[in-house]
């Protein structure tokens, strides 16, 4: 009896370390982009019966879709919640943005939604990724509604919700709309408003 006590902590305490080295390195990796060793270290911690905690997969899902291998990063969602780890806001937002910069909109927004149906906190970050998506295929409307809804019940917008809102109104021409598109006048905003260069006025 005394020695199953003494051999219990032993176990428990190699297993822990082995948890946080293997979590370092996973992290280590996919900071470096070095995705090959990423897999490989996830594959042996897997072996020893440990697994991911969401900070991992976080670190892994941010890597992939800002290298572009937006599949990939949903691959690991799904992996993730396999595992029982649930996703938090900034594993969505990483999944968004990679969404949002494959053009891939309508996807960036179905999740956008399926935070809210999973009562997962949709910050301002969230928020703004999703604009820079819809900035990536100049959608006004979408963007316009999105801003209307922050206005509403969302957080409020910030200087960098109307400096893109003011970049997809520029790649339209719509320079009226850049430097105040009346429902979303200066007043809104929490900082400074944001203006048009001449420049780009004179494009127009």
């Known amino acids: 009896m005394v020695l199953a006590v003494v051999i219990f902590p032993t176990r428990l305490a190699y297993s822990l370390r082995c948890s946080f080295f293997s979590i ?4 280590a990796y996919a900071k470096a982009g070095d995705f090959d060793g990423a897999d ?3 594959k042996l911690m897997r072996s020893k019966g440990l697994k991911p905690n969401v900070v991992t997969y976080s670190s892994l899902i941010d890597a992939r879709a800002k290298r572009g291998e937006i599949n990939k990063a949903l691959r690991l969602r799904s992996d993730m919640e396999e595992d029982g780890q649930l996703p938090n806001t900034i594993t969505w937002n990483s999944l968004i943005n990679g969404l949002g910069n494959a053009c891939r909109v309508d996807d960036a927004e179905k999740l956008f939604l399926e ?6 906190s949709r910050t301002i970050d969230t928020y703004n990724t999703l604009l820079s998506a819809y900035s990536k295929v100049a959608d006004t409307g979408r963007a316009e509604k999105l801003v209307l809804e922050m206005n509403g019940s969302g957080p ?9 809102l003011a970049s997809i109104y520029a790649r339209n021409r719509d320079v009226a709309g850049a430097v105040g598109y009346p429902p979303f006048s200066v007043h809104s905003m929490r900082t400074e408003p944001i203006y048009l260069s001449p420049s780009v006025q004179d494009r127009n």
Request: no cysteine; net charge positive; hydrophobic share 25%.
């Open 156 to 164: 409020s917008p910030d200087t960098r919700s109307f400096s893109i």
């Open 115 to 120: 935070m809210k149906d999973k009562n997962v």
């Open 24 to 27: 370092s390195q996973i992290n």
């Open 40 to 42: 490989r270290s996830l």
